[in-house]
């Protein structure tokens, strides 16, 4: 597994919380082999770390909540069909080792050398299946759009991993809409609910938007670049401010202070600061489904180069 | 026979010593930090058992604090401030 990647074996790519213990190269290499990971596959999880401790993913926060949160890796660019991964039919599903294993590698990572146990150390109410594996790659094959590492600056050919502290896929089923209005309707509403924490926790609130590649057909042949269809969300996927009351995290939520001064419970307030915080990448097969997955409000994206490839 | 090496996934934690500073076995004349981390209640908890430190245990001032939301941690320079100006910090409200 270590020959994987360029380092030494000794060499430390930080502390996870909230445990705080060392995460040497062995350490991660040791907990790829139980997961099942081929040496190839090793990169991605050592960017992966790397991303997830950089301190605007605020890993301690993920890792310690009441909330369901995971963290979501998104792969780009080339090493995706080298080392085989889904970006088609059932991309979040099972069925293809190095999504699932990569996945199940970063989990016993954030366990083992994190202590996020369930319960202790890991203190969500419920958590949620992502917590065993979450990993996709996008399909960029069939984006309309540039893919998401090329949006953040790298190269097409640079290849690269996000980490993005979500929920589980909420799903998009849109069966009858041809235009993109249509669609970006059904995924505006299903990214305005009460019940995640996006919205509450407002400065740091993103939402990630992963189309079926059959919807994302439909809204580019209705001409619509990705940043319209991000503006486009943006102004939909809001909330009546008088609803904003009825729970949630009413009363405790951080807004700033132009939110704050609504008086009009009709007015219809934003879930994320700009455009910009809803991510939007093309992952799945054939279908008119696509899925929404809202962050967990103190932790944002990440992406980082997998620059460690062996010689 | 050849020897097997065995390798543990878990990770080592670092063993260091510290030490905290003495609680003061009395608080009259003390400045108290209240850190509300935001929880539901955590302003009207902290805010009375100000008002009790001070009817009941002399306490001479208070110096009342709030993190950004509950899942962030402090800033630094929040919790160098408290240091500063305050004896004993409050915090750690729950749901």
Redesign the interface.
């Known amino acids: 597994m270590l020959r994987g990647v360029r380092g030494e074996p000794d060499e430390v790519t930080g502390r996870i919380p909230p445990a705080w213990h060392e995460a040497t190269l062995e350490k991660l290499a040791v907990n790829a082999v139980m997961a099942g990971c081929l040496p190839e596959y090793f990169p991605v999880i050592v960017a992966a770390v790397e991303a997830m401790l950089d301190p605007a993913f605020n890993l301690y926060g993920v890792q310690a909540t009441t909330h369901p949160v995971a963290p979501l890796l998104i792969v780009n660019g080339p090493i995706v069909q080298a080392i085989g991964m889904n970006a088609g039919a059932g991309v979040f599903g099972p069925g293809w080792r190095p999504n699932a294993t990569i996945g199940r590698a970063i989990r016993l990572i954030l366990m083992n050398l994190g202590g996020a146990w369930p319960g202790a150390g890991d203190m969500a109410t419920q958590g949620q299946p992502s917590k065993y594996t979450y990993c996709i790659a996008e399909n960029e094959a069939e984006s309309p759009w540039a893919p998401l590492h090329v949006e953040h600056g790298l190269d097409p050919a640079q290849s690269a991993v996000t980490v993005f502290g979500g929920e589980n896929p909420h799903n998009v089923n849109d069966h009858v809409s041809r235009t993109a209005a249509g669609i970006l309707t059904v995924v505006a509403d299903t990214m305005a609910t009460l019940g995640s924490n996006v919205k509450w926790y407002f400065s740091q609130s993103q939402v990630l938007a992963a189309l079926g590649p059959e919807h994302a057909a439909t809204i580019a042949r209705s001409g619509l670049a990705k940043a319209d269809v991000k503006a486009f969300l943006w102004e939909r996927a809001r909330l009546p401010f008088g609803r904003l009351k009825l729970g949630g995290m009413w009363g405790i939520h951080d807004w700033p202070d132009w939110m704050n001064a609504t008086a009009d419970d009709d007015a219809l307030l934003p879930i994320v600061p700009a455009p910009e915080e809803i991510l939007v990448i093309v992952a799945g097969g054939p279908g008119k489904h696509s899925a929404v997955i809202p962050n967990c409000t103190f932790s944002r994206a990440v992406t980082r180069p997998i620059t460690r490839l062996p010689a | 026979m050849g020897t097997i090496k065995v390798?543990?996934?878990?990770?080592?934690?670092?063993v260091g010593e510290t030490t905290l500073p003495p609680l003061p076995a009395d608080l009259r004349g003390k400045t108290i930090g209240l850190l509300d981390n935001?929880?539901?209640n955590a302003d009207l908890l902290l805010g009375r058992l100000g008002e009790l430190l001070r009817e009941r245990h002399g306490v001479r001032s208070l110096v009342y604090c709030r993190k950004?939301?509950?899942?962030?941690?402090a800033p630094p320079d929040l919790l160098a401030d408290l240091a500063r100006s305050a004896d004993v910090v409050i915090t750690g409200s729950a749901?």
Do not use: I, R, W
């Not at chain 2, 390798?7 to 670092?14: N, W």
């Not at chain 2, 950004?68 to 941690?73: G, L, Q, R, W």
């Open positions: 390798l543990s996934p878990a990770g080592v934690g670092k935001t929880k539901a950004a939301n509950a899942s962030t941690p749901d």
